[in-house]
Every structure is written in structure tokens, then in C-alpha cells.
């Protein structure tokens, strides 16, 4: 049977003569925190509270003393951390879990003692060859370690990297160009895994894949969104192809793996384009009236049929 | 949908040892259970139902403004009238997620409207009204997303009235001790107010998150304006700050006697050590009650086990924690050092209690 929580409680109370003393009872019995609870619960906290501290205090001390640092003390603390990092993950006999954290941390760190690099030697370098160094430097560990919150780094990187290169040195791609080369780059990516995760059988985190799903429909919102205010409508055929692909490949996906999510997200981007190509054709004020009374009609529509969907899928469990 | 059998078998081990009195109306129970079966929805409905409301409000105000329909006065209070109406009947008569996110959005634009449109030059009209109407709202209906803004409006706007009303920030501090002591009864006292089956009861879950939001808010606004204001020379915020925390570290001590007395005699003999502790931590904190706040909140939602409350405890615990070393009038040197001291006190706590632990544990 499940577990008795406090709405359980309150839900069967509502319509019984059940006493005071009686809820009191089955509160304590099986909502409140017994000794035991309290017990973990203090040992967490102090050692949160005592780590966060310590930590907070050293790196504090490097940060005041820092000015004053030779250069070789400056990288190499860096270094310690980053090498202690590294044998720490290949040596100790931890968890996998660990062993990849310790990983993401040195990958971090590289980052850091580019910066670090950068200012005291004063290489003059653009801010993409940073980030570009940091991508490349990271490569291996990303392949090889496979872990997700590292991916994900990954990929933040590699879009700075080209939206600074954009920036930077060449500055031919437009706005809208951009975002085309963005959701090709996020959209590739996120349909590669959907694909293999479902040719391999594995399972990836749902955080990661909605997170990954979520940027990329905002890319394409936002580029076609941007494309229909500049009546620039030729240069974004790529991107609309593009994304009336994805979006077909996402509510399939949706459809076979039961994810309201992606139905919701891809009608909220859909949504926002058409009161885009609304505002832009009509250019009145009056039409805001009629966004405002499209928007609650088809959100409701919309909320209505991802209920319905959602009780079916978990009635077919 | 859940297993009917699954929810009677429930249904009878809630009911096992009760008085022999004791009535059940199992089918109501059911019935309640499949409503809210049927509306159980996901974070994404949710942020989905409020997205769409956010945008269709811009947008009904931004067409309101620029068609200059909001010259006239007049047809501002008769519009946000009937949407006020509008609303609390869909409320009333529906119950879906849909129809409320929807009622919402119009009861929001149509107290706007209202206030807006009666156009009083006096700040304290203006917070009365808003008083009088969410007052009635909570009266009329209740249900958990309207009843929890109707209560937030009205704390609100009660803190207004003061904060308007007088240059002290003494009376806010009463008022946030207020607030604590209220959320404090609702929290020790769940049983007697579920047993009321009255109107207490059906807002009990509202008011619980607006006593957590709005303690800890009202809490952190005294702390910044007194941070804010305080090498001005007529700073009189001070006393207010004190105040607060004296309230709340007569708060601490009692909940520290109450999760001693949980454990019956096994701490019994360390609880003189525990209460000097406690004392040493929070006087240094004195100056910044938030911290002392944000341990009140932690304890007491740990005590009675309400999730969303020690999440926002936790939360407040850090921002304080960082804003009073930030604060601090000393070096970054010093404060580097404070810090690494202060974490190797909770090591050393830490380290005491499992100590003893494991050699109770060899004996």
C-alpha cells in the first residue's frame, strides 16, 4: 500500500466526527518527524553548515591575499586542485557518481586557470579564444567520463564559443543566421540523443533532456519570431523547415514515451508564433484585445488536452 | 487512476483505533480522492496555466492603454466590477484548473481596474479598499490559489497601512512577530483547526504558505532597510532589529525544548551544554535576525515535517547567512577567518554528537 501522508489525512478528516485527539494521533504517527528524522537531520546540517563554511573561508582567504600572489603560486594552486582532482577521481575507491563530480570540478577548473593565464600574462587574446580553448581542452573528459551535467557544460560552452566568434571576429552571420546555426548545432544534438537513447534502450535524465528541449524550441521561437518582425521571411526558411521537423520528431517521440512536457513546450512556442505573424499583420492596437482573449482560449485548449492526455497514458499503465 | 480497493484499504487503516463513535462517509472520501485524481496535474501544466494567464493580462492592459480606454474612470470601475463578479462566480461554481488560473487573471485585472478607476489621491483609501475586497473575497469563496493571494493581499496591505501610517520600523517588527506566532499556531495546532471542519480548516493549506512567504519576506525587508539606512545619522531601525531578533530567540529556545523533550532522557543530561549553544550562536548573530528566522522556519517545518516551508527556511538561511558576513565590518582577511572558524564550531558539534554515538553504541 502507499504511503499515508499528511493530505491523506486531511482529505478523510473532512468528512468523519473524527476527534482532535485522533488527527493529533495520526499526525504524530505518520507525518511528524520522529528522533530518528532528527537525528540525520542534525548530522546533514551541521556538516553542510561546518563543509560550507570552511570552504567559503579558504577560498575567501585566496581571494583577499590573491593581489599579492607570485604568479607561480597563482597557477599553481590551480593546478594542485585541478591534478588532486583528477588522481582523486582515478585513485579513491568512490562511488561512479563521485568520480564523475570530481571530474566536472577539474573541467571547471580549466576554465579557471585559463582565466588566470589570460590575466597574468596579459595574452591579449579575444574572449571566444578563451572559450574555445576551454571547449577543446574538455573534449576527451566530456566523451569519456559520459556524464550529463558535464554534457550540459559542454554545450553552454560551445554555443558561447560561436556566439562570441559571431561577436568577435567574424561578423557576417546576421541575427537571423545565427539562430539558424544555433538550432541546427542544439537541434542535432538533442534529436541524436532522443535517437540513440531509443536505439540503444538506455535512459537519459529527464532534467537533461527537457532542459535540452527547452533550448532549442526557444531558439526557434525566438529566431522565427525575429524573422517575421524583419519580414525577412526568405532567410528564415531553413530555420522554419527545420523546426517544423524537430517539432514533428518531438511529438512523435512525445506520443511514444509519454512526455506532456514536449507537447506542452512545443504548443507554448507554437502559441507565440502565431501572435507574432497576428501583431505583425494587423499592426493595430485593437489586436491586442484579441491575442488576449486567443492566449486564454488556447492555453486553456491546450491545458485541457494535456489533462486528457495524461489520464489516458496513465490509465493505459 | 488509483486503485479503488488501494484508497478503502487507506481509508481503513486511518479509521482502525478510533472512538467508538466515530462516522466515516467513505463515499464522499472516494469521491474527493477522484477529483483530485482527475486534476492532479504536472509542473508543466502549471507554468503552462500560468505563462498564458501572465501574457493574456499584458496584453489586455497593453490594449487597454494604448486604445485610451483607461481615460474614463467610470467605465473602469464598471468593467474591473464585472470582472470581480465574474471571477468569484466562475470560482464558486467551478472546480478545474483551467477555470481557475482563468478566474484568477481576470479577478487581478478587475481589482486593478477597481482601485485604479475610484482614483483616490490617499494611499490609506486605497489599502482599506484592497483590504475590503479581498476580506470579502476569503469570505465568499475558498479555494487554495484565490484564498492564498487574498491572504497575502491583506497581510500586505495591513504591513502597508503601517509602514504609511507611521516612520517607525518598530511597528512592522511587532507585526512580523505577529506573523511568526500566527504561523507558529497554525503549524502546532493542525489538528484542532481540521477538527473545526470550518472555514479555518478549507484555507488551512492558503494560509500556511502565506504565514511562511510573508513571515520571512516581512523579516528580510526589516533587515535591508535597516542595512540600507544605517550610517544615515536619524536611523532609528535598530531597536526594531533587536527587537526582532530577542522575539526570535525566545522562539528558538522554546522549539529547542520541545525537540529536546522528544527525545525523552537520552539528551537530557547534554541540554545545558545544547542551550549554551544555542545562546553563544545566537547572540552573535544579533544584529542580522534573519538568520534566527530562517533556523525558526527550518526547525519548526522539520518539527511538523512541511516540506515547502523548510525549503524556503533553507533558502532564507543562506541569503542571510551571506548578507551578514557581507555586512560585517571587518577586512576580508578577518572575514575569511571568521568563517573558517565558524564552520570548524559546526564540525566540532558535529563530531561531539557522533562521538558520543559511538560509544553508547560499543557499550
Redesign the interface.
Known amino acids: 500500500?502507499?504511503k499515508?501522508d499528511?493530505d491523506?489525512?486531511?482529505?478523510?478528516?473532512?468528512?468523519?466526527?473524527?476527534?482532535?485527539?485522533?488527527?493529533?494521533y495520526?499526525?504524530e504517527q505518520y507525518?511528524?518527524?520522529k528522533?530518528k528524522?532528527?537525528?540525520k537531520?542534525?548530522?546533514l546540517?551541521?556538516?553542510v553548515?561546518?563543509?560550507?563554511?570552511?570552504?567559503?573561508?579558504?577560498?575567501?582567504?585566496f581571494?583577499?591575499?590573491w593581489a599579492e600572489l607570485n604568479k607561480f603560486v597563482k597557477i599553481g594552486v590551480i593546478l594542485l586542485l585541478l591534478i588532486i582532482c583528477i588522481t582523486c577521481s582515478f585513485q579513491l575507491k568512490i562511488k561512479e557518481i563521485y568520480k564523475k563530480m570530481l571530474i566536472t570540478a577539474a573541467a571547471m577548473l580549466v576554465g579557471v586557470l585559463f582565466a588566470v593565464f589570460g590575466q597574468i600574462y596579459q595574452t591579449g587574446a579575444n574572449e571566444y579564444d578563451f572559450f574555445l580553448a576551454w571547449t577543446i581542452f574538455i573534449t576527451i573528459w566530456v566523451i569519456t567520463t559520459h556524464f550529463y551535467p558535464l554534457w550540459l557544460i559542454y554545450m553552454v560552452l560551445i554555443n558561447t564559443t560561436i556566439i562570441l566568434f559571431n561577436d568577435q571576429v567574424q561578423n557576417n552571420l546576421n541575427s537571423i543566421a545565427l539562430y539558424t546555426l544555433l538550432f541546427f548545432l542544439n537541434g542535432i544534438a538533442c534529436t541524436a540523443l532522443l535517437a540513440l537513447t531509443k536505439y540503444y534502450k538506455t535512459d537519459i535524465p529527464l532534467w537533461f533532456r527537457n532542459t535540452l528541449v527547452l533550448t532549442v524550441t526557444s531558439i526557434a521561437t525566438v529566431g522565427i519570431s525575429l524573422s517575421i518582425f524583419d519580414s525577412k521571411l526568405q532567410q528564415g526558411l531553413l530555420l522554419i523547415i527545420g523546426t517544423l521537423a524537430f517539432y514533428a520528431y518531438c511529438i512523435k517521440y512525445a506520443q511514444r514515451n509519454k512526455s506532456?512536457?514536449f507537447i506542452?513546450?512545443i504548443?507554448?512556442s507554437l502559441l507565440i508564433i502565431v501572435?507574432s505573424i497576428l501583431i505583425h499583420i494587423f499592426k493595430e492596437?485593437?489586436?491586442?484585445?484579441f491575442?488576449?482573449?486567443f492566449?486564454?482560449i488556447?492555453?486553456?485548449a491546450?491545458?485541457?488536452f494535456?489533462?486528457n492526455l495524461?489520464?489516458k497514458w496513465?490509465?493505459e499503465k | 487512476m488509483k486503485n479503488r480497493q488501494e484508497l478503502v484499504e487507506k481509508i481503513e487503516t486511518l479509521s482502525r483505533d478510533s472512538d467508538p463513535a466515530f462516522q466515516i462517509n467513505t463515499n464522499e472520501v472516494l469521491a474527493t480522492y477522484q477529483h483530485l485524481d482527475e486534476n492532479r496535474t504536472n509542473i508543466t501544466i502549471k507554468i503552462l496555466s500560468i505563462l498564458g494567464v501572465i501574457i493574456s493580462v499584458l496584453s489586455f492592459l497593453g490594449a487597454l492603454f494604448s486604445l485610451n480606454l483607461l481615460d474614463d474612470k467610470l467605465n473602469l470601475i464598471i468593467c474591473g466590477s464585472i470582472f470581480l463578479i465574474i471571477a468569484i462566480y466562475c470560482i464558486k461554481k467551478y472546480n478545474t484548473i483551467i477555470i481557475d488560473t482563468a478566474s484568477i487573471t481576470s479577478y487581478i485585472v478587475g481589482g486593478w481596474m477597481l482601485i485604479y478607476g475610484i482614483d483616490t489621491d490617499h494611499i490609506n483609501n486605497i489599502l482599506i479598499l484592497c483590504l475590503v475586497i479581498n476580506l470579502s473575497t476569503l469570505a465568499i469563496v475558498q479555494r487554495y490559489l484565490i484564498s492564498l493571494l487574498n491572504i497575502l493581499c491583506i497581510i500586505y496591505a495591513l504591513i502597508a497601512l503601517i509602514s504609511y501610517n507611521t516612520d517607525h520600523l518598530i511597528w512592522i517588527a511587532f507585526m512580523n512577530i505577529v506573523l511568526m506566532v500566527a504561523l507558529m499556531y497554525v503549524l502546532m495546532q493542525e489538528a484542532l483547526l481540521l477538527s473545526k471542519r470550518n472555514i479555518m480548516s478549507t484555507i488551512y493549506q492558503s494560509l500556511r504558505i502565506a504565514l511562511t512567504l510573508s513571515t520571512i519576506a516581512t523579516t528580510a525587508y526589516i533587515v535591508l532597510s535597516h542595512f540600507k539606512t544605517y550610517e544615515t545619522y536619524d536611523n532609528n531601525t535598530a531597536i526594531a532589529l533587536y527587537t526582532l531578533s530577542v522575539a526570535y530567540s525566545v522562539v528558538i529556545l522554546y522549539l529547542v525544548r520541545k525537540i529536546i523533550q522528544k527525545f525523552d532522557n537520552r539528551m537530557a543530561n547534554k541540554s545545558i551544554l545544547i542551550y549554551i549553544l544555542v545562546i553563544l550562536i545566537l547572540g552573535s548573530t544579533i544584529i542580522n535576525p534573519g538568520i534566527s528566522g530562517a533556523i525558526i522556519l527550518i526547525l519548526l517545518c522539520f518539527y511538523y515535517q512541511y516540506k515547502f516551508g523548510l525549503s524556503i527556511g533553507i533558502i532564507a538561511l543562506l541569503f542571510f547567512l551571506w548578507h551578514f558576513y557581507y555586512n560585517l565590518n571587518f577586512s576580508l582577511l578577518t572575514k575569511s577567518i571568521f568563517l573558517m572558524l565558524s564552520g570548524f564550531v559546526f564540525l566540532a558539534i558535529y563530531y561531539v554528537i557522533n562521538s558520543k554515538k559511538i560509544n553508547n553504541e560499543k557499550i
Open positions: 500500500m502507499e499515508i499528511r491523506d489525512i486531511a482529505i478523510t478528516s473532512k468528512h468523519n466526527n473524527r476527534s482532535r485527539k485522533q488527527i493529533e495520526l499526525l507525518v511528524y518527524a528522533p528524522d532528527w537525528k537531520f542534525l548530522d546540517f551541521l556538516l553548515l561546518g563543509i560550507g563554511f570552511v570552504v567559503s573561508g579558504v577560498i575567501f582567504f581571494a583577499f591575499n506532456t512536457f506542452g513546450t504548443g507554448f501572435n492596437d485593437f489586436i491586442l484585445f491575442i488576449s482573449i492566449v486564454i488556447t492555453v486553456t491546450l491545458i485541457k494535456l489533462l495524461q489520464r496513465t490509465n
